[in-house]
Structure formats: structure tokens, C-alpha cells
């Protein structure tokens, strides 16, 4: 079982900035893919960006050149650092993480945007 401790949310105004962090928990087996969604009010969840192990990332056509995932997997942690953000970004950010024997969600931690 892998435990997700994400924080930086909070709230900023259009075209300011955000950097989301994620620590996963020591665990027996290799945490492989780690990722944001994130779930507006109303709207169903959707991926932000994911970054393998080894470092390939994709991300949202609608955060493109906006939003930068990274990770340290020394430290099992994934950041998401948001850029010329819009209110249109406003939801619930998650933090996922996946092994081989699961994949695993944080509790959410809200970002609003105002105009």
C-alpha cells in the first residue's frame, strides 16, 4: 500500500503560478508511472500530465507549454509546476502513482484561479 501526501495547492490569480508536490510512501515495490488529474466541479476527472520512471512526460493539450511535471525518484515525489494559470484551471488536483500490484490516488488538494 503506497500513501500520497500532496501539497501546494491553494489560491492565486489568473496568469500567477503554482507548484504542486506529491510524496509517495517507502514501499516494497518500484513506483513506476506518476501523474496529476484533476476534477473541476460538475466535470469528470481528467489527466493533467504523467511522467514515467525514466522521465518521458505527457501532459493535457490544454496544459501544454503552461504546466511542467518532474519528479525525484529518490524521493518518490512528482511536482507540478503551473504556469500562466487561467480560471479555467480551477478543480481538484490528484496525485497518482503506479506499481505492479496497484495504482494508487491522494486525498486532492484544491488549486482556484480567480479573474
Known amino acids: 500500500q503506497v500513501r500520497l501526501a500532496e501539497s501546494g495547492g491553494g489560491l492565486v490569480q489568473a496568469g500567477g503560478s503554482l507548484r504542486l508536490s506529491c510524496a509517495a510512501s517507502?514501499?516494497?515495490?518500484?513506483?513506476?508511472?506518476m501523474g496529476w488529474y484533476r476534477q473541476a466541479p460538475g466535470k469528470q476527472r481528467e489527466l493533467v500530465a504523467t511522467?514515467?520512471?525514466?522521465?518521458?512526460?505527457n501532459y493535457a493539450d490544454s496544459v501544454k507549454g503552461r504546466f511542467t511535471i518532474s519528479r525525484d525518484n529518490a524521493k518518490n515525489t512528482v511536482y507540478l509546476q503551473m504556469n500562466s494559470l487561467n480560471p479555467e484551471d480551477t478543480a481538484v488536483y490528484y496525485c497518482?502513482?503506479?506499481?505492479?500490484?496497484?495504482?494508487?490516488w491522494g486525498q486532492g488538494t484544491q488549486v482556484t484561479v480567480s479573474s
Open positions: 497518482n502513482a503506479q506499481q505492479i500490484i496497484g495504482t494508487y
Open positions: 517507502a514501499s516494497t515495490f518500484r513506483i513506476n508511472d
Open positions: 511522467i514515467t520512471r525514466g522521465g518521458n512526460m
